[in-house]
């Protein structure tokens, strides 16, 4: 695409994500996440850091079984920083700078061979599937060159320390919460299984959830058989 005209300068954004053992925290761990963002035409630079609820780490981290997730803390400022900075990016060609190799090709291809494939749809920049429509180039910044490192820590003086002034700024009340509701709508969350009461109850709520496991399976299996036939016939009918 050739774009004719004047052309507005583009948007710079920095991010980060950290995680840590934590053996006071019910998890066992502590997560955060930060973005700088700066804005040439205005020289204005700003900031966010926060800090991952419980409710959105017991989800990342599978009920405590994970230990480690900074991939999925380093994708959550770029899916925050589309909403905090949406009227900025709009008609922009955009600049996001990342020191972790792995989310910086998830956000390029949109998908992840892990679970938490569902985030990466989420903080995609692919311009086709964001209301802003930004031109991005996505590149790695060394760690120790990353200005985000210091709010994805809750250390926020670090910038003022390498001469910064970036004015802070709050996400939106409830972010994080809207987050957990559409990685549970989007991911079908796995089912729990039942509580278990008396005895009698027991076997009834245990019944019911095989069946509705096994109806699950079956009708999978009914799918990809006709998928499997599907894809014959049409084989067939190109060797005849």
Request: hydrophobic share 30%.
């Amino acid at each position: 695409m050739v774009r004719v005209g004047p052309q507005r300068k583009p948007l710079y954004l920095f991010t980060d994500g950290s995680c840590e053992p934590d053996e006071e925290a019910r998890l066992g761990i502590k997560a955060a996440y930060g973005a700088v963002m700066y804005d040439p035409e205005d020289e204005c630079v700003e900031t966010f850091g926060a800090e991952i609820s419980e409710e959105l780490l017991t989800l990342l981290s599978r009920e405590g079984s994970k230990r480690q997730i900074v991939g999925q803390s380093e994708l959550i400022p770029c899916h925050a920083a589309q909403i905090v900075w949406k009227d900025r990016m709009i008609g922009r060609r955009i600049f996001l700078y990342t020191d972790y190799e792995a989310a910086r090709y998830g956000l390029i291809k949109s998908t992840s061979p892990t679970q938490n494939k569902r985030l990466d749809r989420q903080t995609s920049t692919d311009p086709r599937k964001r209301p802003t429509r930004p031109t991005r180039g996505l590149r790695r910044v060394p760690s120790a060159s990353n200005c985000a490192d210091g709010p994805s820590r809750n250390r926020f003086e670090i910038l003022t320390d390498l001469g910064i002034k970036a004015r802070k700024i709050e996400l939106p009340r409830g972010y994080e919460e809207e987050l957990v509701k559409q990685w549970k709508w989007n991911g079908k969350e796995p089912m729990p299984r039942p509580v278990l009461t008396s005895s009698r109850s027991a076997r009834a709520q245990e019944e019911s959830y095989l069946t509705t496991h096994r109806d699950r399976r079956r009708r999978k299996m009914e799918s990809c058989a006709g998928l499997i036939v599907s894809q014959g016939r049409l084989r067939a009918r190109d060797t005849v």
